[in-house]
């Protein structure tokens, strides 16, 4: 039997294991489970991601780039005439906005790491990237402590399912700006 030429197998199966996450949570993913959700061979899953590992690094680098499209949108971040405050509480009221389920799970991809060392560096670069950003209008310290206060605040929200509150969220981050 001829095999079949198919270049999106391996996105269909990272989208597939992004909605198994969503679902089922990370106990619920399995090669079968994603393969079933992608409706794909078992053999698939396994050709193109060895381990479930593997699958969890490009499930997670995958949820980063949603977040780091929505930074690279907000052009008023590199503006130093911007207040910054009001821009990142801007920034996290509109990522909460867009779909709460993707930030959910991208921060239980997150969150795996604690457990998956393998996924360290990649729950790290979202951070970091946006850190970068951040130092360029104030200082590496003072960037990493409001990357830190976003996180904490996502959580808060993500955690109580209270409606995210941008008013307070820029009046924390101004205090940490100075």
């Not at 053999?43 to 499930?59: I, M, N, P, R, W």
């Not at 920034?91 to 991809?109: I, K, P, S």
Request: hydrophobic share 45%; with cysteine; glycine share 6%.
């Amino acid at each position: 039997m001829a095999r079949r030429y198919d270049p999106e197998r391996r996105q269909r199966i990272i989208d597939a294991a992004i909605r198994v996450v969503t679902a089922k949570g990370i106990a619920g993913l399995s090669h079968r489970s994603v393969a079933a959700e992608a409706d794909v061979p078992l053999g698939s899953t396994t050709y193109h991601f060895k381990t479930l590992d593997e699958l969890l690094v490009a499930a997670l680098r995958q949820a980063n780039e949603g977040f780091a499209k929505t930074v690279a949108a907000r052009e008023a971040l590199r503006d130093v005439g911007a207040d910054l405050a009001t821009e990142l509480a801007g920034l996290v009221g509109e990522w909460l906005a867009d779909d709460r389920t993707g930030v959910e799970v991208e921060y239980e991809l997150y969150l795996a790491a604690l457990r998956r060392p393998v996924l360290r560096p990649v729950a790290d670069e979202c951070g970091r990237d946006l850190a970068d950003l951040l130092a360029r209008r104030t200082d590496p310290v003072t960037a990493r402590a409001l990357v830190a206060l976003i996180d904490g605040i996502c959580l808060q929200v993500l955690l109580t399912g209270a409606p995210y509150d941008e008013e307070y969220a820029r009046e924390v981050l101004a205090r940490v700006t100075g």
